[in-house]
């Protein structure tokens, strides 16, 4: 069975940086694709950002356009979230999740949690004001 490993949260002042990880293990990974959500308590989980594995096309929340990079090491199965110009609203429990067929609305694909079929247990980000 297939295991999602988050690592990489912390605590960062605000506009300083952080780079998330997260490995496949514990099996052959194939998927269509990886998506990281945050999720405040309380609220819903909400769409950060997701790559294709492959082609490595992109999608971002607009939240966080400009400020994320979402990226993968096929290789190694590992996806990744840089995240630059932190805000005190982007503190959450950070997620990353794998899909395994495309689920498409218009032009966005993979962007909503039930699209997804296996989760990480969260890494949480705090940013100071």
């Known amino acids: 069975q297939v295991q999602l490993v988050e690592s990489g949260g912390g605590l960062v002042q605000a506009g300083g940086s952080l780079r998330l990880s997260c490995a496949a293990s514990?099996?052959?990974?194939?998927?269509?694709?990886m998506g990281w959500f945050r999720q405040y308590p309380g609220k819903e989980r909400e769409f950060v950002a997701r790559?294709?594995?492959?082609?490595?096309?992109?999608d971002y929340a607009d939240s966080v356009k400009g400020r994320f990079t979402i990226s993968r090491d096929n290789a190694k199965s590992t996806v990744y979230l840089q995240m630059n110009s932190l805000k005190p609203e982007d503190t959450d429990l950070y997620y990353c999740?794998?899909?395994?067929?495309?689920?498409?609305?218009?032009?966005?694909?993979?962007?909503?949690?039930?699209?997804?079929?296996?989760w990480g247990q969260g890494t949480q980000v705090t940013v100071s004001s």
């Open positions: 999740a794998a899909a395994y067929k495309p689920a498409c609305s218009g032009y966005v694909c993979n962007a909503k949690p039930y699209e997804y079929d296996d």
């Open positions: 514990g099996g052959t990974f194939s998927s269509y694709a």
């Open positions: 790559i294709r594995w492959s082609g490595g096309s992109t």
